[in-house]
């Protein structure tokens, strides 16, 4: 079953292009994490995907949001990836599908890893998923819409 807003976002470390690894707990209580799951590099649909991210990076930044994707595809596949399409957030691997199965993202028709993307707050705590294998820009839009609403400061409280 895919978390859903409201669940505990589970910890993970997996590994980086260039082999440092990256551990969610690490960023979380400092900044929002998007976390995007995508079936392979430089594919048509997870180049728009990446491509689309990396528009947007700068206003993820600005609203305090890391970006991260992941698939199981390797370090040099990343890098290549990565260089070819300029992208500038992290890219990690999932070589054995143990953080995806984690979150829950399922595999399209039991094939084609699937497409997920989890916002997560500074607590920890997820508040917005889509899953869509073919609306890959709505991935981006929707994350960076919760993102902006995240970087609000809450209401003030009503006074007497």
């Known amino acids: 079953m895919t978390l859903d807003a409201g669940d505990k976002a589970p910890n993970f470390t997996l590994p980086r292009a260039n082999g440092e690894t990256f551990t969610l707990a690490d960023v979380l209580g400092r900044r929002a994490v998007v976390l995007f799951f995508y079936p392979k590099d430089d594919t048509p649909g997870c180049t728009v995907e990446a491509c689309t991210f990396r528009d947007n990076y700068e206003a993820f930044v600005e609203a305090g949001a890391d970006v991260v994707g992941v698939s199981s595809d390797s370090g040099a596949s990343h890098d290549g990836f990565a260089s070819k399409h300029r992208l500038p957030m992290t890219l990690l691997t999932d070589a054995d599908g143990k953080v995806r199965a984690l979150y829950g993202v ?7 890893p699937g497409r997920a993307t989890f916002v ?3 607590a920890g705590t997820i508040v917005h998923v889509f899953v869509s294998q073919i609306r890959v820009k709505s991935h981006v839009e929707k994350a960076l819409a919760v993102v902006k ?9 009503a006074r007497p």
């Open 149 to 157: 609403v995240l970087q609000q400061p809450p209401p003030a409280a």
């Open 106 to 112: 399922k595999a399209t028709l039991g094939l084609m």
């Open 120 to 122: 997560i707050d500074k």
